[in-house]
């Protein structure tokens, strides 16, 4: 089933003015459920840019876009996927919880709903005692564990995912990188997630799509999938495993231009 | 309650509270020590120093003795009248109240004003720069105009319009602008992040407006009304000292009328002076109180 | 064709945006002059802005024989708001660099300023004017500098403080000499802090010289003039008085913006004309 149709899509900002720029040309993607697209390409290519195309956050300039067979305008307005950002954008007034609440406010839950599915968001990404704690109160990692707890608060079919693990030192980074898969077995999810890290692109995704710089195009896509559908695969394993590096080498002379 | 105000006060509140006193108290001794100073002067040399009027004299007309102007404060103008430490205090009663309606009113005002410049771009170039416009009218020195309006045709209104209602709404004219404008800034200080990430989630302005750019402008908020507070107390006084003799019971007609007779008693313009700054600093304490209070409970950091 | 067009309303997005402000004071005062002539034919107690400015014009042609009185008002106010600003900014930004050389100081002198500034200082004019003398500007100009002092102090001496610890490591791993910190670093940090205190102070000290009038100084001033005016009902004349001290006040705001667009501003201001000049007729010049 497709998620994400994208079509011969094109990206300019600013038509027109002095500062004009093409963000993003002849963009072809299918995405279907299920799968975890892994994007990356040179800082500036655009990746942001379509990750909030499919967001709906900001106008396609020509080409075709769809989401759930929907318009991303309407898929966001009928909250069809969920979003992580680099820096987790956490609301420093409100506790972790609470700011877990934030979306499902929004979407009318009751409050003993919020609470409950709050607390257990909070279990899924180990941060039980910490439901009362400000974001000023917790590390960079934890506030990004946060951020991904509500993201997945209310269930969303589709992840998009910019960056999130950018600002975190490896260790963290590596422990996220298991917890996020994990969940998104647990709920079946469909993800894209930008990040700029080669080994991260090709742990994760069941492909990473490649870009080019501006403007930005999809110079080729690697198939991955290190896991072959296992979810129980180990880790580590993987992270030795000799085709990881294979496809990481792939990647990179793909991002290289080789 | 008690407690919670101690904790409030933290060491370095206290500091500052007895720096500022140490201050007070290094004010009274050089205002002393420069009397003495004159007057160990004799004619000649005395007439060398002051030359021009540079610096105050220092007879007692000028500069009463500290004791003299202490002591006024429990005098009265006749034999078994009010004191005026009680005019002052009564004073400055009927100065706060003013104060507070010209901060609710200018606070209210401000914000609405806030909430509309902030949805769109156009508005506040249009609007503002008329805003910032609006402060350099001298609107203040015209209160007895603005008192005379209120005594125009206001049967309509369910209660009757006194005079140190015009004075408040002179002084809401100078409240309003801080508020309005550190507004605007804080409902536009959520970054693109956070409203990106209620986009998303299909929120709507009003919930964005009410979960987002509310809570975000509240540090901002705080630093307004400490302006405004300052401005309120400063608007009343003002109001009543250009609305002259009508202006009612407050500080500033008891400033006005120790100033008219300051040749009787010197000591009194220091009464009124006194009475002006505790009154001043009692407003701005409040604020801070409870500025600290809300954002330490909504974890925001205070802005100076 | 289709470039052209886009050209237009990019130039129209950009005049809108300075069009705005002059459009929505033409309608205000529209809005004023019309819905008086309907409520109030009369013009009792507030004038229409046609007879407010009529007053003003017609007393402002009296400037070439010398019998302006508004004129003269302006002259005696304006001096002593000019003075009182300019030493109350100068004593201001003194004391706060002075504070920069002791974190103490720093600490000690700067909760006192705060403390200070939310007295209303107003309240000290009839105490200046027993000590410089009744009828003379000083004790106006002092009022005036006081207002003016504080804001200055505070605003300027936390620009100077609070800047980036980062950055004065990097200076010290430099082994550079404080004057070099406060040159570089400091002062670059403060001018915006300055520069939004000089635009809060500018409308205030025209206020402050105004209403200290009403306790003394000279009798040809615009605070006195206003008192006379209201109290012989001529309330035009009142008006255009007040119009004049915020035409006044305007010009200092706008002298205090400029400052701070060329002094903050990258681009020296004839790059910024030049930039203009292309925007308005759309050609670039050069390459
Ligand atoms: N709102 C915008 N207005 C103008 N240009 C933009 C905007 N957003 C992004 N761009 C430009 O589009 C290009 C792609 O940006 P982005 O998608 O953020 O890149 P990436 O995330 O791959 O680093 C960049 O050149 C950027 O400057
Ligand atoms: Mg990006």
């Known amino acids: ?75 966001r307005e009928e909250r069809d996927y969920g979003m992580a950002f680099q820096s987790a954008g956490l609301l420093e007034w409100r506790t972790a919880r609470k700011n877990i609440e934030l979306p499902l406010e929004l979407m009318g839950w009751s409050k003993a709903e919020r609470i409950k599915r709050a607390n257990e968001m909070l279990e899924l990404v180990q941060l039980g005692e910490f439901a009362r704690s400000r974001p000023a109160e917790l590390s960079g990692g934890m506030q990004q564990r946060v951020a991904i707890g509500r993201a997945l608060s209310f269930n969303p079919a589709l992840l998009l995912m910019d960056e999130p693990f950018g600002a975190l030192d490896e260790m963290t980074r590596e422990h996220m990188q298991d917890q996020l898969l994990d969940i998104c077995h647990k709920t079946e999810s469909t993800v894209i997630f930008v990040t700029h890290s080669i080994p991260e692109a090709v742990f994760l995704s069941t492909r990473v799509v490649v870009m080019s710089p501006r403007p930005g195009q999809i110079s080729s896509i690697v198939e991955t999938n290190l896991r072959a559908g296992d979810n129980t695969a180990d880790n580590t394993k993987i992270r030795n495993d000799e085709r990881f590096y294979k496809k990481v080498t792939e990647v990179r002379e793909a991002l290289y231009g080789k | 309650m008690g407690k919670k105000l101690f904790l409030l006060l933290n060491k370095a509140a206290v500091r500052r509270i007895l720096i500022f006193i140490a201050f007070l108290v290094l004010l009274a001794l050089a205002y002393t020590a420069y009397k003495a100073f004159g007057q160990a002067l004799d004619d000649r040399q005395r007439d060398w120093w002051f030359i021009g009027s540079f610096f105050p004299r220092t007879d007692d007309r000028n500069m009463p003795p500290i004791l003299d102007i202490l002591s006024e404060f429990g005098k009265s103008p006749r034999i078994g009248g009010e004191t005026y430490i009680s005019q002052l205090f009564s004073g400055a009663l009927f100065t706060l109240r003013e104060a507070f309606v010209a901060f609710v009113v200018g606070s209210i005002v401000g914000l609405v004003l806030a909430v509309l410049l902030a949805q769109s771009k156009l508005a506040e170039r249009g609007v503002m720069p008329w805003v910032i416009v609006s402060q350099t009218i001298p609107l203040i020195a015209i209160t007895p105009l603005v008192v005379l309006w209120g005594q125009a045709n206001l049967d309509f209104l369910p209660w009757e319009w006194k005079t140190w209602m015009s004075v408040s709404v002179i002084a809401s004219y100078l409240t309003f602008f801080p508020v309005a404008v550190n507004g605007v800034r804080g409902l536009l200080s959520p970054s693109s992040e956070h409203l990106e990430l209620m986009q998303s989630y299909g929120a709507s302005r009003v919930s964005i407006l009410w979960k987002i750019r509310f809570p975000a402008s509240l540090p901002f908020l705080f630093t307004a009304f400490k302006l405004a507070a300052t401005a309120a107390v400063v608007g009343a006084i003002v109001g009543e000292i250009s609305t002259g003799v009508s202006g009612g019971q407050g500080l500033g007609k008891l400033i006005f009328e120790f100033a008219r007779t300051y040749a009787a008693a010197p000591e009194r313009l220091y009464l009124g002076v006194i009475g002006a700054g505790i009154t001043g600093l009692f407003a701005f304490g409040l604020i801070v109180l409870v500025e600290k209070t809300i954002l330490n409970s909504t974890g925001q950091q205070i802005r100076e | 064709m289709g470039n052209e067009l886009t050209r237009f309303s990019t130039w129209l997005s950009t005049a809108l945006k300075w069009l705005a402000p002059l459009i929505f004071g033409v309608l205000m005062v529209t809005v004023w002059e019309v819905l008086l002539l309907v409520i109030n034919p009369e013009n009792f107690l507030l004038p229409r802005p046609s007879e407010i400015f009529s007053e003003l014009i017609d007393d402002l042609s009296k400037i070439s024989d010398d019998r302006s009185k508004i004129w003269a008002a302006t002259k005696t106010t304006g001096f002593i708001m000019i003075t009182g600003l300019f030493w109350g900014i100068v004593w201001g930004v003194a004391t706060a660099l002075l504070v920069t050389l002791s974190r103490a100081a720093n600490e000690t002198l700067t909760p006192i300023a705060v403390a200070i500034n939310a007295i209303p200082i107003i309240a000290v004019a009839p105490l200046f004017n027993n000590w410089l003398g009744l009828t003379s500007p000083r004790s106006n100009q002092m009022v005036v500098m006081m207002l003016v002092f504080f804001p200055i102090f505070i605003t300027t001496a936390r620009g100077l403080t609070q800047v980036d610890s980062q950055q004065i490591e990097l200076m010290n791993s430099y082994a550079a000499s404080k004057w070099k910190i406060l040159r570089s670093v400091r002062i670059p940090n403060a001018l915006p802090f300055f520069f939004t205190a000089l635009k809060l102070v500018a409308p205030l000290s025209i206020i402050a010289a105004i209403v200290v009038e009403y306790f003394g100084g000279s009798q040809n001033s615009l605070g006195a003039l206003i008192t006379a005016s209201a109290s012989f009902a001529d309330y035009s004349k009142a008006w255009s008085v007040v119009v004049a001290g915020s035409i006044m006040g305007m010009g200092l705001y706008f002298v205090a913006l400029t400052a701070e667009k060329i002094t903050l501003a990258r681009d020296r201001s004839p790059r910024l004309l030049l930039i203009a000049w292309q925007k308005i007729t759309g050609r670039t010049t050069g390459a």
């Open chain 1, 1 to 75: 089933m497709e998620v994400v149709s994208i079509s011969n899509l094109s990206k300019i900002f600013n038509t027109g003015k002095d500062n004009e720029v093409e963000a993003l040309r002849e963009i072809d993607l299918t995405v279907t459920k299920g799968e975890f697209i892994a994007l990356i390409g040179p800082s500036g290519c655009g990746k942001s840019t379509m990750l909030r195309l499919i967001g709906g956050l900001i106008p396609i300039t020509s080409g075709e876009l769809s989401v759930n067979g929907k318009t991303p305008t309407k898929a």
